[in-house]
Nanobody, 124 residues
Framework: VQLVESGGGLVQAGDSLRLSCVAS????????MGWFRQVPGKEREFVAA????????NYADSVKGRFTISRDIAKNTVYLQVSSLKPEDAAVYYC??????????????????WGQGTQVTVSS
């Protein structure tokens, strides 16, 4: 299974973007999906997660109220709406999928599949 992200780009502080992630196989069975981000020299950090067939969601404190994760099962796609962007939001954003339980969905080890990432650059 391949996860392919898109939607990144160069924006100004305060702008919005919608990141998308589609899985290569429609019948791919997953429990939930998440977004992480990473800047050079730092650990990859959790951003948000959402159940694939249930409505649980989870957000990092740093993005609550600004970012929204959603999914469209018919399109086999998970989205991350990123709003009120700050320079510190600049990173490579990675999509991930898990076949495990939703507990600790903010931990990288809970995810089984990863995309290649999409770059978000924020100018101040």
């Amino acid at each position: 299974v391949q996860l392919v992200e898109s939607g990144g780009g160069l924006v100004q502080a305060g702008d919005s973007l919608r990141l998308s992630c589609v899985a290569s196989e429609r019948t791919f069975s997953r429990s939930y999906m998440g977004w992480f981000r990473q800047v050079p020299g730092k650990e990859r950090e959790f951003v948000a997660a959402i159940g694939w067939s249930f409505d649980n969601s989870n957000y990092a404190d740093s993005v609550k109220g600004r970012f929204t994760i959603s999914r469209d099962i018919a399109k086999n796609t998970v989205y991350l709406q990123v709003s009120s962007l700050k320079p510190e939001d600049a990173a490579v954003y990675y999509c991930a999928a898990s076949i495990r339980t939703f507990s600790n969905s903010d931990k990288q080890y809970k995810y089984d599949y990863w995309g290649q990432g999409t770059q978000v650059t924020v100018s101040s």
